[in-house]
């Protein structure tokens, strides 16, 4: 699951939605000696993750991809995830997304004195470019891919996945919406984002 989501399926505290992110910034961190709302939002994520990665949904959504393509499937699923949230924002929050997406950058930017030296870097990205608000735009969603794969540190054959995920693009979304559903109901959500 990416960054977007995280933050929406947290539970409701600024430092919860924090730790929520944090779970992806946790190595060499003393999660202990964090205040007790952010280990909440970190083991949250942990548990979204793990969630994620064995649903039958989302198993089915990787095998998709070529077989150049697979080892990086969850990669460009937990991207495209975002984008398919932000698409069906009403389907799952009676909140406004603009307003949601405002307050959390604001909670990021307040609460660094939380988040390790990585973690400030790529929150202050996501908030100075709108990581969130241009995963709205499907083409959006190819650059960020695309600028991932140029990151990676081995040859690969990444960049490009998003024609993939055009191609399969009506199954992906529906499977998208089944398995976040599932999610919310089996974890029991209720966030501030799916409140009314």
Do not use: K
């Not at 007790?36 to 649903?55: A, F, I, M, N, P």
């Not at 984008?83 to 909670?107: C, K, M, N, T």
């Not at 930017?109 to 709108?130: A, F, G, Q």
């Amino acid at each position: 699951m990416n960054h977007l989501a995280h933050l929406f399926l947290a539970p409701d505290s600024p430092e919860a939605r924090v730790g929520s992110i944090l779970g992806d910034f946790c190595r060499g961190v003393r999660v202990q000696g964090l205040p007790e709302q952010v280990q909440l939002g970190v083991r949250h994520h942990l548990s979204v993750d793990g969630y994620t990665d064995r649903h039958p949904q989302v198993l089915a959504s990787r095998r998709l991809f070529s077989s150049r393509r697979r080892r990086f499937a969850g990669v460009a699923l937990d991207i495209l995830y975002d984008h398919y949230l932000l698409r069906y924002w009403p389907e799952f929050s009676g909140r406004d997304p603009d307003a949601f997406i405002r307050q959390v950058y604001r909670e990021l930017r307040e609460h660094e004195h939380l988040m390790p030296d990585p973690m400030i870097r790529v929150t202050r990205r996501i908030t100075l470019d709108d990581w969130f608000g241009h995963y709205r735009d499907f083409d959006s969603i190819g650059y960020a891919l695309d600028r991932v794969a140029g990151r990676i540190r081995f040859p690969n054959r990444f960049e490009g996945i998003i024609e993939e995920i055009h191609h399969h693009n009506e199954e992906l979304e529906a499977r998208f919406l089944r398995f976040f559903r599932e999610l919310q109901r089996d974890l029991g959500v209720c966030t501030q984002a799916t409140r009314v």
